[in-house]
């Protein structure tokens, strides 16, 4: 059987699917696995779908669309589980904006309200084989290191605390000044928004962990390295100064961002470590812990530094530098210039 698809989700991407897809009724519920739905509800927030190609657009009940199965674990967003067995007809909830799918567990209703529920129609297949985004990786995970490319680490201790504002900052500032930089975004779910927003701002590439076929990194945390350093080896080919590095979600969260800054092969890159926080306590439990793991925090930013009362705290208490990327972007940069980037 084959259907027309009215959307496809950007998870999907590297599938680059048709609008006409096959449709299989047999489904291995797995990670990655690509699915037809039936969109049933209709959403005033959290309502849009991320597109192949970057484009945000609105979700309408009774849209036929090409998502792909994954985990999910969002402070501010839901938690989602990809379910042990699947068949046509059985219900399914879209997680995020890039299609990520699953059955949610648990919802912020504050922040996104419900999860959009989507009935599935069958596995989006190819000569007869249910299609996975596994299948159209571009890096694959590595178990050792090969990279002697400086990595610029970007962490923090939630969602939604600066990290790609002040990657982006520090992109734009390093390509004023002659630098190239590759970037990565490799923990959270899947989207584009963040590695598009940071090629807009200088970087020569990037790439997530959607490139090397997982639609999050949730319950991914030991894959999470390996992911990390098919990444740097992967970017590296084009001879960066260096590649920067964000990590979504926080240091705590469930997404192998701890695992990643444990790991002694990539602390070996690691010339600078920015962490993000909301406030002064924040900060402080990052910089404690990063010290403690061996990937010490060389700068912090984020929501705490927008006024001198967290800048002022940071630089007294936690005898670190504190700028602002929105409003000390140039400042921040020559920072790390003299004291990073040598």
């Not at 919802?107 to 190819?126: P, R, T």
């Amino acid at each position: 059987m084959k259907i027309t698809l009215n959307k496809i989700a950007s998870v999907t991407k590297n599938a680059q699917l048709p609008k006409k897809v096959e449709i299989s009724d047999q489904i291995i519920s797995e990670e990655g696995a690509i699915l037809a739905v039936e969109i049933l509800d209709d959403k005033k927030i959290y309502n849009q779908l991320e597109l192949p190609n970057g484009r945000m657009s609105t979700i309408q009940k009774g849209d036929i669309i090409a998502v792909a199965l994954g985990n999910r674990s969002a402070l501010k967003g839901f938690v989602g589980i990809i379910p042990e067995t699947l068949k046509p007809d059985n219900i399914i909830q879209i997680l995020n904006i890039g299609g990520v799918s699953g059955i949610c567990t648990s919802e912020n209703l504050k922040e996104v309200g419900h999860a959009i529920s989507a009935k599935v129609i069958g596995a989006i297949s190819k000569n007869g084989k249910q299609l996975n985004i596994k299948d159209f990786a571009i890096f694959k995970p590595k178990n050792i290191l090969e990279s002697k490319t400086k990595l610029i680490v970007v962490s923090g201790t939630c969602m939604h605390v600066g990290k790609t504002t002040i990657s982006c900052e520090i992109l734009k500032q390093a390509s004023k000044n002659g630098l190239k930089i590759s970037a990565t975004k490799l923990a959270g779910v899947a989207c584009l928004k963040d590695t598009e927003k940071m090629k807009d701002y200088g970087a020569i590439s990037a790439c997530s962990f959607i490139d090397a076929g997982l639609t999050s990194t949730a319950k991914n945390g030991p894959l999470s390295v390996k992911v990390t350093k098919g990444a740097i080896d992967y970017l590296s080919k084009e001879n960066p100064d260096y590649i920067i590095i964000e990590f979504g979600d926080g240091i705590f969260g469930e997404y192998g961002v701890m695992e990643i800054l444990k790991d002694p092969e990539v602390q070996k890159n690691i010339i600078c470590h920015i962490g993000c926080a909301h406030d002064p306590m924040g900060a402080s439990k990052l910089v404690e812990v990063c010290q403690e793991i061996g990937a010490p925090v060389n700068l912090v930013s984020g929501p705490v530094s927008d006024n001198s009362v967290g800048t002022t705290f940071i630089k007294k208490n936690l005898n670190t530098p504190a700028y602002n990327a929105i409003s000390q972007g140039e400042e921040l940069f020559n920072h790390l210039l003299e004291s990073c980037l040598k």
